[in-house]
């Protein structure tokens, strides 16, 4: 077969979810609720199964690297739209695609009574058109508008609640901290720009040992190293890596589909997957790789200490996915750029399954997402019970469970790892298995086993989620299938018109199809994604392959590897498989045999529960620190700038002008022996110039 990949199907693939967004968001109203959720579905349906024929062309060998459109052209440089596709872009095409269209299935059930149907289908479509293009690209010009496409489309997500102010502060606080990772990213863009002379991937890469000669101008810091830390810094925005993560769990604001959406396999994981595009760049700084490993370790423990203390089900999800974030990025900094990929991969499928599980409960439960009011669930919603049984499973890395046999990978990747700051980066994803695994079963156990707290009062400090808030009227609830549910039991009614349900087959079917994965595209991916040819299919550009040539960890892990079932059967001798099971069992024991311990270790370890409960009081730090003082220096530069430096010239001018004006008014009289006079004086002067110059 042909080894260059069919331009006509590489374009077919983004512009399908483009052309459904259009459709669905510009003729919403013609085409009515089914009209819009049919043509979404059915371009991101397209758009999968392209993924999957380009995917097993690719591992035949098949690649592409061109342009398909030349925008401008200024001087030498050419602005281009190109496509790049080999095994990582092949992979990410299809995760995103799968995971999208599981996405748009569940939503025909859970938006199915809001005003704003037509609308979501359109933006989800076209959020998986920006993410496609941003995994495609070859340039970085096109990496760029991807970026800031999904971001865009984050925002109007996460604020899909318009109407309601925690909505529009949670998309503006998005917005806002994405910037500021932007601006880094732009800055790392504009270095290699400058001194590669190319926005193409492949000429940029062509010259990376000469650029790490390079220092940055007026000063001995490596040129790379500035680089790749500045493009990093765009991934801890994306990504949501401390201290640039306060924006994502505040985005469950908006409606759990986007949860799933943007927190498993596309949005948060746009930096992971630049980083590891850029590998040939970040191999040669150490010190980029050391700030990468340290900033992911912090972010992988601290974020799940605060996963402990969450009763909302959504953000427990939602910090897991700092903490699993973390992860990624300390195997990028570790340099095992497949097995950070590898994660990312079985990362998606289980948190898109533990997202939606969470939407089903919230469904089940009335729109109530207060974890302490639930409990004693498995019984009503059987499907979603053992699917999300599964997921967590698969979360904390239970071997056999897709997140084993990555997230063990990860671990063996930074123990053998030399760069500083391993060490740290080592205790921190090992304490992380016992921390996930404690928050997991927490969220499991208090909503599927237990008392059925849902019959008694709601408890008095349950805030009321923003997707109850949107579907409340007139004291009411109203649940997927649009019917009423008063909160009787907010006054303690026993009413079984109140129980939880199973939720439609349109939800719970993408749960399972997400399940699937979850278990077994671990053991599959293992042997060909971190120690095979599999990274090999189809790359672009020679000798460029995003393995670690000079920190070979993965090398040396490969030589350990005996295959799936070996990896898994060998855990049980290793640390994370113990930690993970007494997590479990800690779970069990505070949330099952003895509820009441909680709250007393919570009065125990009241300033530290004050502390994670406050989010480190990171929020604050940027209101009072960050915002304040941008605040300031705008004021400043207004007062100083604007008023003092630019009024002051221009009024200054103006006045000198009418001071100059006022003395010449003076000698324009109006009366003909004045200028008479004037021009006798005039006519001397020239005369005793003239005799002047011609005497000398």
Known sequence: MSTILNENLLLAIPLAPLAGSLIAGLFGKAVGRAGAHSVTILGVAISFILSAVVFFQVMDGASFNATVYQWMTIGKTNFEVGFLVDSLTAMMMCVVTFVSLMVHIYTIGYMADDDGYQRFFSYISLFTFSMLMLVMSNNFLQLFFG??????????????????????????????????????????????????????????????????????????????????????????????????????????????????????????????FMVTRMSPLFELSDTALSFVMVIGAITALFMGFLGIIQNDIKRVVAYSTLSQLGYMTVALGASAYSVAVFHLMTHAFFKALLFLGAGSVIIGMHHDQDIRNMGGLRKYMPITWITSLVGSLALIGTPFFSGFYSKDSIIDAVKLSNLPGSGFAYFAVVASVFVTALYSFRMYFLVFHGKERFRSPKHPESPMGIE????????????????????DNAHGHDDHAHEPHETPWVVWLPLVLLAIPSVVIGAIGVGPMLFGDFFQHGVAFDKVIFIGANHPAVHEMAEEFRGWASMGLHSVSGLPVWLALAGVVVAWFLYIVRPDLPAVIKRAFGPIYTLLDNKYYMDKINEVVFARGAVAIGRGLWKEGDVVVIDGIVNGSARFIGWFASVIRFLQSGYIYHYAFAMIIGMLGLLTLFVTLGGK
């Open 147 to 272: 970026w800031e496409a999904v971001g865009l489309v984050s925002y109007l997500l996460i604020g899909f609640y318009f109407t309601r102010p925690t909505a529009i502060y949670a998309n503006m606080k998005a917005f806002i901290v994405n910037r500021i990772g932007d601006f880094g990213f732009l800055l790392g863009i504009g270095l290699l720009f400058a001194f590669a002379g190319s926005m193409n991937y492949g000429d940029v890469f062509a010259k990376r040992t000469e650029l790490a000669a390079l220092s940055f101008p007026g000063t001995d810091w490596g040129l790379l190293t500035v680089a790749c830390i500045c493009l990093f810094i765009g991934a801890m925005g994306k990504s949501a890596q401390f201290p640039l993560h306060v924006w994502l769990p505040d985005s469950m604001e908006g409606p759990t589909p986007i949860s799933a959406l943007i927190h498993a396999a596309t949005m948060v994981t746009a930096g992971i």
């Open 468 to 487: 109850a808030a949107a579907h409340a009227h007139d004291g009411h609830a109203h649940d997927a299938h649009g019917h009423g549910h008063g909160h």
